[in-house]
């Protein structure tokens, strides 16, 4: 077995054509959340990757193992609700209710400019049915947003620790600030 304990998001500082002949892996969101897990890559060689505990990869990452051979991750294609406004009677606005109620559930939600993604669930999906958005079951990769404070916060989010706020220029309005970083 390959040991991995490396990853490098995105693959950056590498040349395109080492991304493109690099093995491929094809992991669902179940598995990409995970910070240790074994799978087979498309070079039939068995993977054991041990990454940081609280490590979260990414479709287009590159895991690397001890012997230096890289291993190119690809988003499967998995079960998710595709939800989107009714073009003739709503609005984007739908779509941002929606994620309100989904965020205040804690449901990993992959944000896009016209429509959400989440994994299967029948009773968000009534909820939303409910509140007049279209709900459609597909198969495609899952990327769901990285927390706000998260060292995994993704699509061009800026990362800082929570102990830079006070120096970016905004106000907190009473936030407390007594919880673990």
């Known amino acids: 077995m390959l ?11 590498l040349a395109p054509v080492l991304l493109k002949r690099a093995a491929t892996v ?12 074994e799978a087979t890559d498309s070079q039939g060689r068995q993977l054991g990757v041990f990454l940081p505990r609280g490590t ?6 590159v895991l690397v193992a001890e012997d230096g051979s890289m291993v190119r991750v690809i988003a499967a294609r998995q079960p998710v609700l595709v939800i989107q406004h009714v073009a003739d009677r709503g609005t984007v606005f739908d779509l941002i209710r929606a994620a309100y109620h989904l965020g205040n559930r ?3 939600i992959e944000l896009k400019p016209d429509h959400l993604k989440i994994e299967p669930d029948h009773v968000l999906a009534d909820m939303l049915r409910a509140m007049h958005l279209v ?3 597909t198969q495609a990769p ?12 993704t699509h061009g989010h800026h990362d800082h ?3 830079d706020h006070e120096h970016h220029g905004h ?7 007594g919880h673990d970083h």
């Open 135 to 137: 709900v459609l079951e």
């Open 26 to 37: 094809e992991l669902d969101w179940d598995v990409r959340q995970k910070s240790r897990f």
């Open 171 to 177: 106000d907190h309005g009473g936030h407390d600030h």
């Open 3 to 13: 040991t991995v304990n490396k990853l490098l998001p995105q693959g950056q500082g």
């Open 142 to 153: 899952f990327e769901p947003e990285g927390g706000a404070y998260g060292a995994q916060a």
């Open 161 to 163: 620790g929570h102990h």
């Open 106 to 108: 804690h449901v990993p």
């Open 56 to 61: 979260v990869v990414r479709g287009g990452d």
